[in-house]
């Protein structure tokens, strides 16, 4: 089974903390991903990976960095947390480019972190 | 308008009901059409993949895409309680996974 997890399920930081979110998964997954997740808004993406040290924005980079020294592990940064940050992170993986596997592209999601920014 | 519209519900339903699931949208770019699943306290998870018009049957679940009308539904068939969760539309419009679009989600309760 594929496991993608994250260093924290709930997290509680205060305005302009420099925030780390840690994912890890244990699949040897090419690419890995970002997201936020809010209520009627659906899941946004954030940041993803195709390599070890490659990214890409997605539709919010906004505030936000990441790092992926590791294949099997992509850190989301919060450079200086705001209070319109709150919300649930996930993190996911997928074996394949979206080419490659006919768009499948299924991916694998971690549980999620839930961060309050006070 | 949204791209992508779904009814968040939530929806309540009795055990053996039929439940239909039902997202809409805009961009006639969409080419490829899944359905995750996600409960409560995880990640959401692959249910059903489809590209083309029709229905697509695994299991209990059916899977519908009217791409004239520009609309995907989701059919359950003797749901059980097992079956409650947040049920989300994905679309897809390109080769990339930035490309890759998700609806808001239906919360659905299967009631004993």
């Known amino acids: 089974d594929v496991k993608v997890t994250q260093s924290s399920r709930y997290l509680v930081k205060r305005t302009g903390e420099k925030v780390f979110l840690e994912c890890v998964q244990d699949m040897d997954h090419e690419n890995m991903f970002w997201y936020r997740q809010d209520p009627g808004l659906g899941l946004r993406l954030i940041y993803f990976s195709y390599d070890v040290k490659m990214k890409e924005k997605g539709d919010i980079p906004e505030g936000y960095s990441v790092s992926r020294e590791k294949k099997e592990r992509f850190s989301l940064i919060l450079e200086s947390a705001s209070t319109n940050q709150t919300s649930m992170y996930l993190c996911a993986s997928s074996p394949d480019t979206l080419e490659a596997s006919g768009a499948r592209g299924e991916q694998y999601f971690g549980p999620g972190t839930r961060l309050t920014v006070t | 308008q949204k791209e992508v519209e779904q009814d968040p519900g939530p929806l309540s339903v009795p055990e053996g009901a039929i439940v239909s699931l039902n997202c809409t949208y805009s961009n006639s770019a969409f080419q490829y059409f899944m359905w995750y699943r996600q409960y409560s306290r995880k990640g959401p998870e692959l249910l059903m993949y489809?590209?083309?018009?029709g229905n697509k049957e695994d299991g209990r679940f059916t899977a519908q895409v009217d791409k004239s009308s520009k609309y995907i539904s989701l059919f359950i068939r003797d749901s059980q309680p097992s079956d409650s969760a947040t049920y989300l539309c994905?679309?897809?419009?390109?080769?990339?996974?930035?490309?890759?679009?998700f609806g808001p989600g239906t919360s659905l309760s299967v009631i004993p």
């Open positions: 994905v679309f897809i419009r390109g080769t990339s996974y930035d490309k890759v679009i």
């Open positions: 489809t590209y083309s018009s």
